[in-house]
């Protein structure tokens, strides 16, 4: 399967990475050889018809930060690399754009135009976007899956549409950004303010330097906004969403709580076409109760009443599970060049 990777900063690394630790392991179990034939990032692209030297390329974006210094590299955009190289599938890890989409979106459309699949962990494009996407991708006849764009590791989208297909899911709650949970746990185990760990988040690296997006819910809302539409077929965008973030949390709030036997996370929660991020009580013995930077999601299904699944949100490499996990997917179903 010849893939392209726009975005080669954590995931586009981290990607690489895996799949040079299992390309054995993949040939043996799927007969799926994955050839890198392009690598984009903002400085150029890298580009080989045999496929790329994935280890190379690690060390030259390692130490030099700009792939446009692999041997033989152009000053090509992702777009370009798109429309003019020839693969199967395109992985779309670019930054995500709240507010526009891009460049992840206009990735994707490129994407689906060219007639190759695509993979991404960008939510962007997907919060705003999801049914134009969606309906691109299916008028040119090709394969769109985003997995990593929801909870990194945590297996929730291909949960709910592959292994519980038979049931309807009726309401989805979850914790959804590992920052904020990581804030809140630590203010309720160590009796700290907001600002205190969320500067001790920054200086450690759990938190970005603009932290707006992890601590008014917006990263949040982005993300219910994907589960709404790809799980439970509602067609919301980022502004249904009602949003309230943690900042105003005070040690006091999650002492009172605590001594009434609860905890106060940051839950996503979309049932009856209502989309809402915001503080609540949880109760400490309830799945949701999940510690430190864990994701969680609870589905509500018809058939098979509540499931839990927990997992890293992020992470360079446990992000890979859910895009391999879509790759292989989308090799089963299509094989190579079709
Ligand atoms: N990190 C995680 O654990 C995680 C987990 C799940 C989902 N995600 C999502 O995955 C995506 C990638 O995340 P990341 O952590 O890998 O971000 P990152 O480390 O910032 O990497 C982004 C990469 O995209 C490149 N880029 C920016 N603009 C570009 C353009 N116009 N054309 C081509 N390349 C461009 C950047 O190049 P420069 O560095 O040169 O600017 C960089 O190589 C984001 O949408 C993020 O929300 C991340």
Sequence with gaps: MRVQIIGFGVIGQGLAEVLLRKREELKQRYSLEVKVVSITDISGTAYAEEGLDLEKALSVARQTRAIVNYPGAKEMTGIEAIEEIDADLVIEATPSNIKTGEPGLSHMLAGFKAGKHVVTSNKGPLALKYKELVTEAARNN?????????????????????????????????ILNGTTNYILSRMTREGLSFEQVLKEAQELGYAETDPTYDIEGIDTASKLVILANAIMG?????????????????????????ERGYVIKLIGEVRNNHLEVSPRLI??????????????????????????????????????????????????????GQ
Excluded: Y
């Design 142 to 174: 090709v394969e769109f899956r985003f997995e990593a764009s929801v909870g990194g590791a945590m297996p929730v989208i291909n949960l709910a549409r592959e292994t519980l297909s038979g049931d309807k899911i009726t309401a989805i709650e979850g």
């Design 234 to 258: 509602i067609d919301a965008t980022f502004s249904d969403v009602k949003t309230r973030g943690i900042t105003r949390i005070t040690p006091e709030a999650i002492r009172l709580a605590k």
């Design 283 to 336: 109760p400490e013995t309830h799945p949701l109760n999940v510690d430190g930077a864990l994701n969680v999601a609870m589905l509500h299904c018809d058939v098979a009443g509540e499931i839990t699944v927990v997992g890293k949100g992020a992470g360079a490499i446990e992000t890979q599970s859910a895009i391999l996990s879509d790759i292989i997917a989308i090799w089963k179903k299509r094989g190579a």
